[in-house]
């Protein structure tokens, strides 16, 4: 059957059957991308994230991969490319074995689009820096190279990668690297010898020595033009990258994500990046414990479609004009203030329809936050005052075009279903009020699987399946001696062959123009 067949239709076949589409989007998950449920080896369900989701998508593509080369011959020849074309290491040792492969075939780097290392071991173990001869010599073997995604911290081996990707990658589309904060000058000089980029991500470590002797040298210099930036995330310790980013070129950025984590001290200037390049974002993320201006920050971005930020924030009302009446009793006037409507704008907002909310981990009284409940009640009650504050802030009046509202905590979610819901009590009726409250203004009120916020995964009542289930020895890189074993059948042709089968009841329309963001 594989001669029967001109080469160009299993090609398609292949394609189809690797299902690769959403590993090859130039754009990464947001904090908007949806999480999912799944059912783990005992029947719980398990809230995964969009990261874990990619990885396991990765990982069943090359495990079909794998199976398809190692059908006959014919499927091996045609097959091979598909194999290479997105690489997922979560091993380290891998990379010296990927590295011989090329070196012995190396037509097959010209074929690498993806490349993602993961962070594949914690604390104890060989560090970046250990592989970075194997990995530099993998880069220079493919020009075609897209994506390049490395979630293990990088310190000094980072300087000769960006070198490498600048001198062979001239098609690098997307970035994620992972940096201490003192390498700012060299992620600078990097990106200024990447000016194709449409998506980057970049996570800052707290810098090793003191923050105040980091210079940036003549990197500080650099007005980088980066014509095609569309998407720029910041997370971690960015306070000088975000400064020095504000006097840059970015025609065309329309996504921009911020986390800060749990830092509360030296926070960046959000605002001043957002005078710069506020006009043209269509997305704007906002995730970190001090409260932001929040009503500036809107006015300084009047077309966003989505907009993100912690609900656990306390947002002053707006100034007024008049002084309080009663000047002889101060504090009932820190109570009317305390007590005042807050508006998250100056002026409605004709363009948002999607709003995602952080933080809200005491909003429901379960995981730890109800320990919290206990230990700290007078904290617990500020924080819950406020995420009310805000919620009802969430208005028509000031979002007139509002769609959904999306709690985006995968955390918050999980205690939820572990614990069955809401804390009874206040904590119950703030769900309903929130519920009545969307519903009367016909939004959606989701949780960060697009379900509806409340609606938990049914009690496992069937054994999970077990095709979910990872088998340790299915992710293993093709190496030469397999080349000797291709000639036999394999045991999962009829698995193959119903696959195929599927493939071809699919659409023959393929996807033209593959959106940059994640789907909501």
Not at 321 to 338: F, G, I, M, Q, R
Request: contains cysteine; negative net charge; aromatic residues 10%.
């Amino acid at each position: 059957m594989a001669d029967r067949l001109p080469p160009e239709l299993w090609s398609y076949i292949f394609d189809l059957a690797a299902d690769e589409n959403v590993i090859f989007y130039p754009g990464l998950p947001t904090s908007m991308t949806p999480s999912t449920w799944s059912r783990a080896i005992y029947g719980e369900w398990k809230v995964r994230t969009p990261q874990d989701t990619i990885g396991i998508t990765q990982r069943r593509s090359y495990a079909t991969k794998k199976a398809i080369i190692r059908t006959c011959k014919r499927w091996q020849q045609l097959g091979t490319e598909f194999l290479v074309r997105c690489l997922f290491f979560d091993n380290p040792t891998k990379l010296r074995d990927l590295r011989h492969i090329l070196d012995r075939d190396t037509s097959l780097g010209w074929w690498v689009r993806r490349l993602h290392i993961t962070h594949f071991l914690n604390g104890r173990g060989p560090t970046m820096g250990d592989f970075e001869e194997p990995l530099l010599a993998i880069l220079t073997q493919t020009p075609n190279l897209e994506i390049f995604i490395v979630d293990w911290p990088m310190s000094a081996v980072f300087g000769a990668i960006a070198d490498t990707l600048g001198t062979y990658c001239h098609n690098l589309r997307t970035v994620h690297w992972h940096v201490p904060s003192e390498f700012i000058s060299k992620v600078i000089w990097a990106l200024e010898s990447l000016p194709n980029l449409i998506s980057v991500h970049l996570t800052f470590d707290p810098a090793l020595k003191e923050p105040d002797t980091i210079t940036l040298g003549s990197a500080e210099s650099v007005k980088l033009i980066l014509p095609n930036l569309q998407q720029l995330f910041l997370k971690g310790c960015c306070q000088d990258f975000m400064e020095q980013a504000a006097g840059w070129t970015l025609p065309m950025l329309s996504s921009f994500s911020f986390d800060f984590g749990a830092n509360t001290l030296d926070v960046p200037d959000v605002v001043g990046f957002l005078a710069q390049h506020g006009a043209t974002l269509l997305f704007l993320d906002l995730n970190c414990v001090p409260a932001l201006d929040i009503r500036t920050i809107l006015s300084l971005c009047p077309i966003l479609t989505t907009f993100c930020f912690n609900l656990d924030w306390k947002i002053p009302p707006p100034e007024r004009s008049a002084s309080p009446t009663h000047d002889d009793a101060p504090n009932a006037a820190l109570e009317e203030v305390d007590l005042a409507p807050i508006s998250l704008t100056n002026r409605p907002h004709e363009h948002i329809q999607h709003i995602g909310l952080h933080g809200c981990i005491y909003a429901f009284g379960v995981g730890y936050a109800s320990a919290y409940l206990n230990a700290d009640p007078l904290r617990t009650l500020l924080v819950q005052r406020s995420n009310d504050a805000n919620f009802r802030a969430l208005s028509r009046a000031s979002f007139p075009r509002l769609e959904r509202v999306r709690i985006l905590s995968p955390l918050l979610l999980q205690d939820l279903n572990d614990e069955n819901g809401p804390r009874a009590g206040e904590c119950f009726e703030r769900w309903e009020r929130w519920w009545d409250a969307c519903e009367s203004m016909g939004v959606r009120l989701e949780d960060c699987s697009t379900g509806p916020l409340g609606t938990l995964p049914p009690e496992p009542v069937e054994e999970p399946d077990e095709s979910e289930e990872e088998d340790e020895d299915e992710y293993e890189y093709y190496t030469g001696d397999e080349e000797e074993r291709t000639s036999a059948r394999v045991s999962n042709v009829a698995e193959l062959r119903e696959l195929l089968e599927e493939c071809r009841k699919m659409s023959a329309e393929a996807e033209q123009h593959q959106p940059l963001f994640f789907p909501f």
